[in-house]
């Protein structure tokens, strides 16, 4: 594999990853569900690329080339592909909630118990 490899994968594989990414607002790029089909055909035809001229897939080229499509596409997306987000209440209201109710009990129990203190033996 060489430079001829790199040409065909740019103009077979990139230009129509460019045009699936066209269609998308930019403010789209890092969702993931919107992405995942464009990045997949982009994967696949790079690997066909190389089974079709007997190159090794993954190689060095490949991935140069997918760290300049990161670079240009997905930079300013989180390392987990997905925009970050609060949980739904109905989620996040049981873990602030049972802490607090467990701390006021406990308490509330220590000082009943310090109370009683007689039938301690």
């Known amino acids: 594999c060489g430079s001829h490899y790199e040409f065909v994968i740019e103009e077979f594989c990139l230009t129509r990853f460019r045009l699936d990414m066209q269609e998308l607002d930019q403010s789209q790029w ?3 569900e919107d992405t995942a089909k464009f990045y997949e055909e982009l994967t696949n035809c790079t690997y066909l690329l190389a089974s079709n001229m007997n190159c090794y897939w ?3 080229m ?6 300049q499509v990161h670079r240009r596409y997905f930079h300013n997306c989180s390392m987990s ?3 970050l987000r609060d949980p739904p209440n109905r ?3 049981p873990f ?3 802490p ?3 701390t006021v009990l406990m308490t509330a129990l220590v000082v009943w ?3 009683r203190s007689e039938g301690i033996v």
């Open 91 to 93: 989620i996040l209201g």
């Open 81 to 83: 592909g997905r925009r």
């Open 113 to 115: 118990r310090s109370k």
């Open 58 to 60: 993954p190689n060095r």
């Open 30 to 32: 890092c969702s993931w």
């Open 62 to 67: 490949v991935d140069e080339f997918f760290i």
């Open 100 to 102: 607090i109710l467990v």
């Open 96 to 98: 602030i909630v049972v």
